[in-house]
């Protein structure tokens, strides 16, 4: 199969490093051009990459390159709709980050713009390429726990503000300054904003819709950040599963502008578990385990070493397959919108302190 | 689940002999469960100021993993709590939900020196229970209670205290299920061990929790007035979260 030509844009999102391995590995790609929204990102992509031009302007890019068909959307969340927008009008495939946007009215814009359009849009949720998880899928298919009771999944990380600012700033994460209650000097476009994983992952394995969410976000553990670290989220599906989700940036960083070995304080800097509770058993799993451990450089902290499959190779043979073969990704603007709702819902409940039906 | 409650008043009377501790004739350790605590289990002391006076502990507190929690917390080991992470799931045979609510709220009181403020349950008929809890001082806690393992499985449960200064937790990390002291591998399969009581040994780590806290309250009888009215708090809070629904 011809490999498809791509480009990346702006630069600016925590999973751009990971694309600079997944762009160049990629058998399925062809890696044409990137764009940067700033010097900053502009000068670590060429310390990163050769052999790739970078632009400062997009339009530049997209005019010294004609032939580009696709393009990876690794900028901030605000970004997505005028980004989207650019691409739909251009014919050019898509493969988003993993908030589209939290603006209902701006995704309704988006999903009208891409069907119009008939590009491929594909959403980075890489959970789904994930083996542990396929495991889960199987086993909950197989009905080897039974039907269904109760579901709980944490996605808890460092937090990323230092490396990618705009993840702590209310406008370019959640779109616009709210603030998380009345009177309080946060606002909404923190952790949650960071986490939609779990919220997809359960509807995908429950094959339910959410009824309610009840949310809280008590204190912070960084005190000098603008938006949330700190949320607990519980509800119950439309099928009855009761649920409990940690979305937290509940694990401590060192203030590194460039990410790297020593990044974390605490041993694990990431953590993606769930635990399915059902009439025949309970299924506990850890999405990135078992790993390996160190104390050794930088710090001689006591250090999980990840050794999980890379899930980025998945994604990619989907995002292509889909593009040549005319068909509609797993994860699209419409499988996604449900997760977003409820992600605002969990917002209202902390604002007004009640449960939220989605 | 349990060594009967006259062995285990055995093993508390033969405490209170080597340390020279009096207690009244009249003291009985027991067990109470009932309409009156909403159904919870709880373990205490019958008989303490006339015969039919039930004393209730709270045996939990004196597992070492939670003193030493605690104590991390206390000592300022780990600084200003923010979240806390709780989870307790058994085999229905050997509890119900309701005590495990009154036994992880306590826990969490206890341990953060804090009171809940406010609770939010989402439960599966009465055998899950995911709660969102606030505290006191505005930091929240999460509480997962369940009675979903299969028959004869050993009780898995978690506390873990998040600080912004620290994180101490009661399992290793990069971990889903608790350690124990001794594994014996043969043709039966695995066994575990956990023995951390020599003065108690061959009790299970529950059992010397019970022996402990009734020692405890025998060498510290001015604790009952504070227990009574924590009890009761419990017996609140259990049945509120547990009647708790989404309006």
Known sequence: ?358 | MYTDQHELHEFFCNLTKKYDVTVPQTWRLSLQTGSETNFCTVWGMRGVDHESEFVPFFPWRFERRFSELKQIVETKTIENVVLCRFSHIADASRINLQSILYREFDLLEWMTNRKIVSCFSSMYENRFANVLVKLSDGAVASVEAGITLPFGQKTLDRHELIARRGVASDRVVDTQIPQYSVYLFDKKGVQTYTDTDAELFGLETDEINIVRAAFDLAKQPESIASFLEQNQHLVTLTEQTLSSKPQ
Not at chain 1, 265 to 276: G, S
Request: one cysteine or more; proline letters at 5%.
């Open chain 1, 1 to 358: 199969m011809r490999p498809i030509k791509i480009a990346i844009l702006s630069l600016t999102h925590g999973h751009t490093r990971k694309y600079y391995q997944t762009l160049e590995n990629s058998p399925k790609l062809d890696w044409v051009a990137a764009c940067g929204e700033n010097k900053d990102v502009i000068n670590l992509f060429k310390q990163s990459v050769s052999g790739v031009p970078c632009y400062d302007n997009e339009e530049e890019m997209f005019h010294q390159h004609p032939d580009i068909e696709a393009v990876v959307l690794a900028s901030a969340n605000s970004e997505h709709k005028r980004q989207t927008e650019m691409c739909t009008k251009r014919g050019i495939h898509v493969l988003s980050m993993k908030i589209p946007t939290f603006d209902p009215n701006e995704y309704d814009d988006m999903i009208r713009l891409v069907d119009q359009s008939g590009i491929v849009f594909q959403i980075e949720l890489e959970m789904h390429y994930n083996p542990v998880v396929h495991r889960i899928k199987n086993m909950v298919e197989a009905g080897m726990i039974g039907q269904l009771y109760a579901f709980q999944a944490t996605n808890i990380t460092l937090s990323p503000v230092w490396a990618f600012p705009w993840q702590g700033v209310p406008e370019l994460s959640y779109g616009k300054r709210v603030p998380i209650t009345f009177g309080d000097s946060r606002f909404r476009g923190g952790a949650l904003c960071d986490h939609p994983h779990i919220f997809d992952m359960l509807r995908w394995l429950t094959k339910s819709d959410f009824d309610f969410v009840h949310a809280e976000t008590g204190l912070n553990i960084r005190t000098d950040i603008e938006v949330e670290d700190v949320i607990l989220v519980t509800g119950k599906m439309k099928n009855g599963t009761t649920f409990l989700l940690d979305p937290s940036w509940s694990r401590l960083e060192e203030r590194l502008a460039i990410p790297g070995a020593g990044w974390e304080i605490f041993p694990k800097r990431m953590e993606v578990n769930m635990t399915l509770h059902g009439e025949k058993g309970v299924l506990s799993a850890d999405c990135f385990g078992p790993n390996v451990y160190h104390n050794g450089a930088p710090n001689d902290r006591y250090t999980v070493q990840y050794t999980y499959f890379d899930e980025w190779i998945g994604m990619i043979d989907e995002f292509v397959d889909c593009i040549r073969h005319g068909k509609q990704p797993k994860i699209n603007l419409h499988w996604h919108r449900q997760n977003i709702d409820a992600m605002n819902a969990c917002y209202e409940s902390v604002a007004t302190n009640k449960p939220v039906f989605v």
